[in-house]
Structures are given as C-alpha cells and as structure tokens.
C-alpha cells in the first residue's frame, strides 16, 4: 500500500490523463476505420485515390497526438508547474516524444508525471504506427488483389 501521497497523487493524475489520450487515440482509430470503410470501394485504385487516403490517415494521427501533448500541457498548468501554456506545451512535448532535452524540469512533487507522459507517448505512438500500417496493407491488398489467386 502506498504510504506517501506525494507519490500517489501523480501517479493518479497521470494514470488519469493516459486513459484520457487512450481516448483521444481511439477516437482517431474509429475515425480511420470509418474512413477506410467508406472509401472502400476506391482503395487500390491508384497513387492518386492511395495518397490522399495514407495523408489523412496520418493527419488524424498526428492531430491525435498533438491533441495528447495539449492535454499534459494543461494538466501541468493546473498543477502549478507552468503559468505559460507555451512552455507547458514545449515540456509536454519533449516527455511526449522521450526526446528528454531536461533544459525544462519539473518540481520534485509532479517530477513522476514526466516519464508517465513519456511512457504515454511511446505506446500512444505505437498504436499510430499500427493505425498507419493496417491502412497501408489495406492498400496494398486492394491494389494487388489479383496477387491473392497465386
């Protein structure tokens, strides 16, 4: 059982906000999904009808995370960490990406939110690079269906 408070509210607040980019994630995969199923019938078509299809894909995705890095800027403006949403934004960033620059630290009370955000941000972009390469094979299935009968 967790004695310290200083410990357990970050891990709380963090757990919170990973649920929440969970959610922002997912909305995005429905997005996509919806997106390639009502495209369906012009999948494989051509780099023409592909192209614009993998760009919003990937849109979407990025949006997602910059959305997620939004979210951590403004859970560590509530915290107090940050009064500029700017450098709260640049922060969550770095953590976001485990680019780490460390040139912004925070406090010793919400230090444990950093690598929460980092281990956030890499399993959150690992769910784009599924996204992205279940759309691509998507495309490369329809383009190349005749490949199946062989």
Request: net charge neutral; aromatic share 12%.
């Amino acid at each position: 059982m967790m004695q310290n408070p200083r410990f357990a509210i970050p891990l709380a607040v963090g757990i919170g906000v990973v649920l929440c980019t969970v959610g922002i994630h997912a909305l995005a995969v429905g997005a996509t999904v919806n997106l390639v199923r009502r495209e369906r019938s012009y999948l494989g078509k051509g780099m023409w009808v592909d192209f614009p299809i993998l760009v919003l894909v990937s849109l979407l995705s990025l949006f997602a995370h910059l959305i997620a890095i939004g979210l951590w800027a403004e859970v560590f403006l509530l915290c107090g960490e940050f009064k500029d949403f700017a450098l709260a934004y640049y922060h969550s960033a770095v953590n976001y990406t485990t680019l780490g620059y460390g040139d912004v630290v925070m406090t010793p009370s919400w230090k444990l939110l950093g690598p929460l955000e980092a281990a956030d941000g890499a399993l959150m972009f690992g769910i784009s690079t599924a996204m992205i390469f279940a759309v691509i094979f998507r495309l490369v299935q329809a383009r190349y269906a005749d490949l199946k009968a062989q």
